[in-house]
C-alpha cells in the first residue's frame, strides 16, 4: 500500500517560533489532509489540501501532488499548537485514509 | 449533533468478553468509516461504508471483528472474543460522500484486561 512519511517526528519549538511540518508520500492522491490531534485524542481538521495553498490563521498548508508532498506551515507558534500533527492521504481508487505517523510538536512558553 | 458523536468514551473489558462500539455521523454524511488508534500501529483503517453499497472491510484484523450500519445512518463495531491486542482507540470518521473530507469522532478507548 501507500506510504507517509512525516517529518520531523519530533519537534520543539519556543514559543513565537516558525515552523514546517513535512508529509512524502509514495504514490498519486486523490486527496490530502492534515489534523491536529488534541491531548484528548481528538483529531480536529486542518486542511483538506488535494493541491495548491490554503491558509488559515497562523497555519497554512502547501500541496505539490506531482512530486508527491505537502508542507504545513505553524507561524508564530502558541503553546495551543502543541500536540500531533497527522497527514493522511487517500489513494486513487480508495476511498479510505492512510495516514503517517504523525509529527509530535511541543512549543515551550 | 453538529459533529461525529461515538459511545462510550471509555470501555473496560475482560478477555474473551464482546464489546459493541457506537457512531452516530454527521446528519446527511453518506459515507462512514472506522479507524483504530494503537501505540504500535498508529492509525489504521478497519472498515468503511457508503449508502447502501457492500462495505469496504478489507482493513478488520480478523474475523472476530464486524461492523453493521442500519438505516444509513448510525455505525456498531462489534469485537468478539476481545484479546489484549484489541486494546486502543477506536475511531469513527464520516464524510458527505465518499472519497470527500473526512471528519472524525472523539473516540472509544478500548482496555482489555
Known amino acids: 500500500g501507500i506510504q507517509v512519511e512525516q517529518s520531523p517526528p519530533d519537534l520543539i519549538l519556543q514559543e513565537g517560533a516558525n515552523s514546517t511540518l513535512r508529509c512524502n508520500f509514495s504514490?498519486?492522491?486523490?486527496?490530502l489532509q492534515w489534523f491536529h490531534q488534541n491531548p484528548w485524542g481528538q483529531l480536529i481538521n486542518l486542511f483538506y489540501i488535494p493541491s495548491g495553498t490554503k491558509q488559515n490563521g497562523r497555519l497554512s498548508a502547501t500541496t505539490v501532488a506531482t512530486e508527491r508532498y505537502s508542507l504545513l506551515y505553524i507561524s508564530s507558534s502558541q503553546t495551543t499548537d502543541s500536540g500531533v500533527y497527522f497527514c493522511a492521504v487517500r489513494p486513487w481508487g480508495n476511498n479510505r485514509l492512510a495516514f503517517g505517523k504523525g509529527n509530535q510538536v511541543v512549543v515551550i512558553p | 449533533g453538529a459533529g461525529v458523536s461515538q459511545s462510550p468514551s471509555n470501555k473496560v473489558t475482560e478477555k474473551g468478553k464482546d464489546v459493541e462500539l457506537r457512531c452516530d455521523p454527521i446528519s446527511g454524511h453518506t459515507a462512514l468509516y472506522w479507524y483504530r488508534q494503537s501505540l504500535g500501529q498508529g492509525l489504521e483503517f478497519l472498515i468503511y461504508?457508503?449508502?447502501?453499497?457492500?462495505?469496504?472491510k478489507s482493513g478488520l484484523p480478523s474475523d472476530r471483528f464486524s461492523a453493521e450500519r442500519t438505516g444509513g445512518s448510525v455505525s456498531t463495531l462489534t469485537i468478539q472474543r476481545t484479546q489484549q491486542e484489541d486494546s486502543a482507540v477506536y475511531l469513527c470518521?464520516?464524510?458527505?460522500?465518499?472519497?470527500?473530507?473526512?471528519?472524525f469522532g472523539p473516540g472509544t478507548r478500548l482496555t482489555v484486561l
Open positions: 461504508f457508503q449508502g447502501n453499497s457492500a462495505p469496504d
Open positions: 504514490d498519486s492522491v486523490n486527496n
Open positions: 470518521a464520516s464524510s458527505l460522500i465518499a472519497g470527500d473530507e473526512q471528519f
